[in-house]
């Protein structure tokens, strides 16, 4: 299988992620998620190493990553003073869609959402979860080759965060790679392969059958719990990113 | 009164951090007294003025020399005919044309008179008017010269002037009590009308106002630090004028402090004002730049005198605030006048300032009730 | 090019859905012209006087009467008390005074110079200067009427005069409107491009949205074109709107071409918007920004010439002028206005401009970064 993106920051930060899978990225909070999140965005620059997202490389080659690439950041950014119709035709507008497909993609977008009633309203009117919902598929409607969610169901409630994780599982099975940090360790269990962060370097990386067998605990939460605890070096070594493909 | 102090060096905190800011509060009254100290000035100097001399003899040249060697004229272009005039003058190259006729010093001679005009650009009426009056004086000048080797003595009634308060006729006498009126009411308005909405904007005032602290607390505690702040610039800017433009207090600087302190009280309670009318930070900025600044600028009698507006105008001039501090301003720090010959500018500066805290109040009042 | 019109689209949207702005944009400019034109001018024709007329005869009388009559002067007062005069100039009662002491009826009867004094009040130095040149004027024509006099039935070529006639090009009777119009409107285009168009760009910093935009293919220079095109229009609409008022309230002249005066007020807008979005891109939040864009439209404004002539001012302030759009659209609409200056005739001024449009757009462009 290809490799989809490759991302070495320093020396601590070097993992694959591989096409169609749903790639978690966990780790406390300043454990350094959201400055990776932003360097494979092209929202910042990485001062070493080598990236590459989506076949390109994120120092030469930036505007054809964002090309090809889905964003969706931890503060709710659509604009809040237009319409939800307004921002779909907007990022629509930015992909270089064409108005009819805009259309087309903007009702199926709603349909699905059960969001008609929704199009015409302020975004800043909308509930949270709506707001998060959308905000994803907006971030997807150009069917980027990655899509990036920072911490996507911060503050929403149990059955938003359901639906939005059978968002992913259908973005997912357009062979759409999604790329997702959190915190919630439940949401980890739905990850094809997980990543945990512990300041600034990757202390493991597998499935969460894997680790969850490799750390010998019941649920992702333990093993977080084992390798991120301050002061606890994890006791496998370091996984090497250079994946062992699946 | 713990907790609001508390709330008060968490306000002047929040500020005094941004060094940028900072900076800028208290750099743009230093340039901006500066520049206009030096920059603006209505003095009538070097004066571009083209010559059609269609005699072009000695007399014609002796009087370009006069005028020319004045100090206030500067030989412009020279015209060879009637339709060079608008042409030089449509390129903004020159201020005037003086055209002598044809035999200007024969006639001079033979017939006793000779006749010039002068044709100015009224597209800029000060100066027209200033160059036309100029030259005028000179040519009068240069006549009686002439007469003065013909008839007896002089004839003339001639004036001396003795221009008060301002011998020197320097243009900062009159910038620097504006200057200071326009940044006061501009900075303290923008300010705090700024500050209040954007704790609206980004919803931490409902934060703040399920706090124990009141309302009024609340407000206060935001303005204060400007206060300050204020009052700090206009000591700057009185210090600059002493240092750099020799133009010293010359009443009581109690006073005068005194006044500028309620006017920065009537700044800032218009911000309040401002910011109980405004939903967003765009919105307060417009209006109190926007909307304050021409305003502040053109009906204050900071470059043109009250007194020349059409009437019916001292009604709206007497609507801005300015218009009240610029004449207590003038009257301490370059007439020398005591508080007596300011009272009821101070008086109206007072009503004005607690009309905008009560206006404030009762909004404020009806949005939380 | 078709996500540039998406953009823009976006733009116009998000000013227009701000009720208050929406309106506000046009609605400003509009009343402030409307309200400030006619109120601003230096035409003095309402010069306080105190007369202290020592003398009391009719020379004195007559000098007095010739003064009431000009239509510049109004004597509101007359003393014989220096003290009493002063202390009305003092208290702003009377802007100056005019004293003839004794024994100017006869000098002047036998030929001798007759000596009065005046004060101005010259805090307004501007002002000091125009009475002072009117009194000036009242007094030579006083003079001539003397001279004529005394000569009497001598033929007054009996000595050689030059004659002065005066005309006043382009605005014949000085009226101050036709001046301040232009300005004002120039004033009120630039204050609201350059803090709008600023803020903008500043708040979509503040509230994040400008992120998602970062990580969009989106050019940089589309996106900063995009911010500037619907304050341009909209500017440009404002200039529309004051000029059709002003030529149905103020009855302002037509010279030269509208289109050349568009075209000026078009790179002007260009040269404002590139500048204030060139500082949004060092603000961090929207009062950082609204103090430095105050700091720089002051001065743009106050330094502009549309107050007090360019001419005037020391030479370092007139190169700094080579740089302040506001100096050259104050020249140019006066020029193509009142002058109907041509194409030709301002073509120095609008090449300078483009380039400095053209340098500070390409300064935002350059300083806007899509990666933090």
Avoid at chain 1, 225 to 240: D, E, F, L, M
Avoid at chain 2, 93 to 107: C, L, N, S, W
Wanted: aromatic content about 12%; overall charge positive; charged content about 20%.
């Amino acid at each position: 299988m290809k490799k989809f993106g490759n991302f070495v920051a320093n020396d601590n930060l070097n993992f694959e992620v591989y096409e169609g899978e749903i790639f978690g990225f966990l780790g406390a909070n300043g454990a350094g998620k959201t400055t990776a999140i932003r360097i494979l965005s092209g929202l910042s620059e990485s001062t070493s190493g080598e990236v590459i997202v989506a076949g390109y490389n994120a120092k030469k080659q930036p505007e054809q990553i964002k090309k090809n690439i889905g964003y969706m950041c931890q503060k709710f950014s659509l604009y809040a003073d237009l319409t939800v119709k307004e921002n779909i035709m907007l990022y629509g507008g930015i992909y270089g869609m064409r108005k009819a497909l805009i259309r087309e993609r903007t009702d199926i977008l709603l349909n699905k959402l059960n969001f008609r009633e929704y199009g015409d309203r302020f975004i800043s009117d909308l509930p949270l979860g709506l707001k998060q919902k959308l905000a994803f598929s907006v971030a997807v409607m150009h069917e980027p080759k990655i899509v990036f969610l920072d911490e996507p169901t911060g503050g929403v409630d149990p059955i938003t965060r359901r639906q939005f994780w059978e968002m992913i599982y259908e973005t997912a099975a357009r062979d759409i790679t999604v790329f997702v940090t959190t915190h919630y360790m439940d949401e980890a269990e739905y990850c094809d392969r997980i990543s945990i962060m512990s300041e600034g370097k990757i202390v493991a990386l597998d499935t969460p059958v894997e680790l969850k067998k490799q750390y010998d605990a019941e649920s992702v939460e333990e093993v977080f719990v084992k390798i991120a605890r301050p002061g606890n070096t994890p006791h496998p070594t370091p996984i090497s990113s250079r994946g062992e493909g699946e | 009164m713990k907790r609001f102090l508390g709330f008060v060096k968490k306000e002047f905190l929040h500020i005094f951090r941004d060094f940028r800011t900072l900076v800028i509060l208290f750099g743009i009254p230093v340039v901006q007294i500066l520049v206009f100290g030096f920059v603006v000035s209505t003095d009538l100097k070097n004066a571009p003025v083209a010559f059609l001399d269609l005699s072009n003899d000695e007399i014609t040249q002796k009087v370009s020399d006069k005028i020319c060697s004045s100090g206030f004229f500067r030989r412009g272009e020279t015209l060879l005919n009637y339709n060079d005039i608008d042409k030089t003058f449509r390129k903004n190259k020159i201020k005037a044309v003086i055209i002598y006729e044809k035999d200007f010093g024969r006639k001079l001679i033979s017939e006793g008179k000779a006749s010039m005009s002068i044709i100015t650009d009224g597209s800029e009426p000060n100066m027209a008017t200033l160059i036309t009056n100029y030259i005028t004086a000179i040519v009068t000048d240069f006549n009686r010269e002439l007469a003065g080797s013909q008839t007896t003595g002089k004839l003339m009634v001639q004036p001396e002037v003795r221009m008060f308060y301002n011998p020197s006729l320097k243009g900062h006498f009159m910038f620097v009590p504006g200057v200071i009126t326009l940044i006061l009411i501009l900075i303290c308005a923008l300010m705090t009308s700024v500050t209040i909405t954007r704790e609206k904007e980004f919803g931490t005032m409902e934060v703040l106002l399920v706090s124990p602290l009141k309302p009024v607390q609340i407000i206060l505690g935001k303005v204060m630090p400007y206060f300050l702040l204020s009052f700090i610039n206009v000591i700057m800017i009185l210090l600059l004028s002493w240092l750099v433009f020799g133009l010293p207090v010359k009443g009581s600087l109690v006073l005068l402090l005194a006044e500028s302190m309620l006017y920065i009280l009537m700044s800032l309670s218009l911000g309040i004002l401002i910011s109980t009318v405004s939903k967003t930070m765009q919105q307060a900025i417009f209006i109190s730049f926007v909307g304050l600044m021409l305003p502040t600028i053109l009906l204050s009698g900071f470059i043109f005198p009250i007194e020349n507006m059409p009437s019916g105008y001292g009604w709206v001039a007497a609507l801005m605030p300015p218009k009240y501090f610029i004449i207590i301003i003038k009257n301490i720090m370059i007439k020398g006048t005591g508080f007596l010959y300011v009272w009821k500018e101070t008086l109206v500066l007072t009503v004005m300032a607690s009309a905008f805290i009560w206006l404030s109040i009762r909004k404020f009042k009806i949005r939380l009730g | 090019m078709r996500t540039i019109l998406y953009l823009i689209r976006k733009e116009f949207l998000q000013i227009f859905r701000d009720k208050f702005i929406g309106k506000a944009i046009f609605g400003v400019p509009i009343v402030q012209m409307l309200l400030l034109v006619p109120a601003v001018t230096f035409e003095i024709n309402n010069v306080r006087l105190c007369i202290i007329d020592r003398d009391m005869t009719t020379e004195s009388r007559e000098l007095v009467n010739q003064l009431e009559g000009s239509t510049f002067f109004k004597v509101r007062f007359a003393t014989f008390s220096e003290q009493e005069a002063n202390n009305l100039l003092h208290r702003g009662k009377c802007d100056l005074v005019l004293q003839i002491p004794p024994g100017f009826g006869k000098e002047t009867g036998i030929g001798n110079p007759g000596r009065i004094l005046v004060s101005v009040n010259a805090i307004n130095a501007v002002n000091a200067q125009l009475s002072w040149a009117y009194l000036n004027g009242v007094i030579r024509d006083y003079n001539m009427n003397i001279v004529a006099e005394n000569t009497g039935s001598l033929t007054f070529g009996s000595f050689p005069q030059i004659q002065i006639s005066n005309r006043y090009w382009y605005n014949e009777l000085l009226n101050y409107k036709y001046y301040m119009l232009p300005g004002v409107l120039g004033i009120l285009v630039l204050a609201i491009g350059f803090l709008l168009a600023g803020l903008n760009l500043v708040k979509e910093k503040e509230s994040g949205t400008i992120e998602q935009i970062n990580v969009t293919p989106v050019k940089k220079y589309h996106f900063i074109i995009a911010k500037m095109v619907p304050f341009l229009i909209i500017g440009l609409i404002d200039l529309a709107v004051g000029l059709i008022i002003g030529k149905l309230t103020f009855n302002i002249p037509f010279e030269g071409s509208i289109a050349i005066l568009f075209l000026g007020s078009a790179i002007f807008m260009v040269a404002v918007l590139g500048l204030a979005l060139f500082i949004s891109t060092f603000s961090g939040t929207q009062q950082q920004f609204m103090f430095t864009a105050f700091f720089f439209i002051i001065i743009f404004v106050l330094m502009s010439g549309i107050f007090t002539p360019l001419e005037s001012m020391p030479l370092w302030a007139q190169k700094f002028d080579l740089i302040n759009p506001a100096a050259y659209v104050m020249r140019i609409n006066r020029m193509v206005m009142l002058k109907g200056s041509t194409f030709q005739d301002i073509s120095r001024d609008i090449w300078s401009l483009t380039l400095i449009a053209i340098a500070f757009t390409a300064l935002a462009v350059n300083r806007y970064r899509k990666t933090a």
